[in-house]
């Protein structure tokens, strides 16, 4: 019974993978996100065995869910972005970040390659790293960059220095193999003022 109570209180209460419906900056226009490592998580197993331990000691408490993976914020209105966030739009190869509610970059970027089947993902995804200086490495090449910020595995926001122009249709053809190539004074001020945790939105 304990198992089947928290398996109804994660159906309602956990926000990962779920969809989002966001206002887009670039287009003033409701956009849907899906999927991503955003959000909370209860840990069902975790949470089972404290509510038995709960029960069989009488403990009368308040207390949070045990959670295996947590969102910036807490709304009953499933809100959980909060006002601290990244938004890139593949379709207008646009990046902006939020701070505070404070819009502090609005830039160009340059994402994975459509032709050669390194899109982006989409998806609300969580800042997963910080590293300063790094060399991203994958078959074939090692590239050095000075501000390395992944949210999906392998796939993050970091400067490109061998870039000269950013936005437009570079990336359906010249595209990264994943990657959102950022110009470098514009990283420089997401990686000072990011954290890791803080949501990553990407969408078409």
Known sequence: HIKEYVLDLATR???????????????GEPVTVSGGSYGFRIDQSEEAEQIYENIVNHDVVTREPAYASRAAIYSMTGDDIGNTYVEIDLTNQRMVF??????????PVVTGCVRKGHSTPT??????????????????????????????????????????QYGGQIYITNGSHGCVNT?????ATIYNNISVGVPIIVYE
Do not use: E
């Open 13 to 27: 209460r956990n926000t990962m993978g779920r969809d989002r419906t966001i206002t887009s900056t670039m287009t």
């Open 98 to 107: 939020y701070k505070d509610g404070q819009l502090l970059v609005d830039t």
């Open 123 to 164: 998806g609300c995804f969580a800042l997963d790293a910080m590293r300063s200086p790094a060399v991203l490495k994958g078959p074939g090449y090692a590239s050095p960059v000075t501000y390395w910020m992944p949210f999906s595995g392998g796939v993050g926001i970091h400067d490109a220095s061998w870039r000269s």
């Open 183 to 187: 110009p470098k004074d514009q990283a």
